[in-house]
């Protein structure tokens, strides 16, 4: 193993593990570059996330990341957990760029009360 596999092997994991399709790693020169096809992109942004875990300021130079996303029309999908509600859902998920009332209404289908979300219910999170 490489330390750049060492160094971002989780990561790669991590990508696998959201259901990334077209996923491959090249190491080349000391520069690793990963590439998938994300679902979403909020499941893109949670790779840049966890890359930043990584390498806080991405300032290593020793990654190159190429995501791209399939679903163009919806931002993502949010599985409630205990505790949660919408306001937090978008809070958090969204930074704020979404309101429970905005995420509500994309999920009318499934919810008939904003203050009644389920742990397991899968939340579709429109675009912003």
Known sequence: ???????????????????CKNLSAVEENGHLTITAVAATQHDANLIWD???EIDPE????????NLTFERQDIYGF?????????SAIAKRVTNGKLSYQQIFEAN???????NKIFPGQKLTIPKF
């Open 78 to 86: 949010y599985e409630v957990k205990s505790g949660d509600t919408l």
């Open 1 to 19: 193993m490489s330390a750049l596999t060492d160094k971002y092997g989780g990561l790669y994991l991590f990508a696998e593990k959201l259901g």
């Open 108 to 114: 009318r289908d499934i919810l008939k009360d904003p």
């Open 50 to 52: 966890r890359t930043k």
């Open 58 to 65: 991405l300032n290593d130079g020793d990654l190159t990341l």
